[in-house]
């Protein structure tokens, strides 16, 4: 199990962590200002990330979630997952959603195995986003898909 605690505000974001799950510094840095930054650690080190941010009055979006790549694909991620969907709960919030690539295949199976589910496509979202085109998984990033995990009343 992996310690996750919130990031205080005099402490550095972890850069690189963030950068993995989204090239743009500016607009990580953008989402950051309002943003609510949690940290996974082990042993002390800092091995992922997750950023929540309040969108609307019931709503709370997943800005960015990442896990160092030595780490990743033993469930941090999904601990990580599981912290936001209590931390959001906890404060009574009705929804907390996440947008992914269409490229991101791994993602989406993770994202759903949480339980979001998908609600919408936000169409050519990476083309007008990013001065770089963002191939992974041998398909072209231009769709944002949008997922969402419903709190029940
Ligand atoms: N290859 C294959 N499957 C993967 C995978 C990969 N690279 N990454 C995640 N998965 C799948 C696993 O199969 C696992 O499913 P399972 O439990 O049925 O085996 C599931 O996703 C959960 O994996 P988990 O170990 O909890 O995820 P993680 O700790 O690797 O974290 C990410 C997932 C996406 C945060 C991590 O891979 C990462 O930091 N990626 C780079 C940044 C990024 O893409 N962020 C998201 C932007 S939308």
Redesign the pocket.
């Known amino acids: 199990m992996i310690q996750i605690r919130k990031l205080k505000q005099d402490e550095q974001p972890p850069w690189e ?1 963030l950068l ?3 090239p743009s510094r500016m607009i990580v840095e953008s989402y950051l200002k309002r943003g609510v930054v949690y940290v996974g650690e082990e042993s002390g080190d800092t091995i ?1 990330v997750i950023v929540l941010k309040e969108t609307a009055k019931v709503v709370v979006e997943i800005m ?6 030595s ?11 599981a912290h936001a969907i209590e931390e959001t709960s906890k404060r009574g919030y009705a929804r907390l959603e ?4 269409n490229s ?1 295949i ?2 989406l ?2 994202y759903q ?1 949480c339980g979001f589910r998908i609600v919408g496509v936000d169409f050519d979202y990476f083309i007008r986003s990013y001065d770089e085109p963002i191939y992974e998984n041998g398909l072209l990033c231009r769709d944002m898909i949008r997922l969402c995990y419903t709190f029940e009343s």
């Open positions: 962590l993995l799950a989204d992922g960015n979630i990442a896990v160092q790549q780490s990743q694909n033993k469930g941090v991620g999904k601990q990580l997952i996440i947008g992914t690539g991101s791994h993602q199976k993770l195995q």
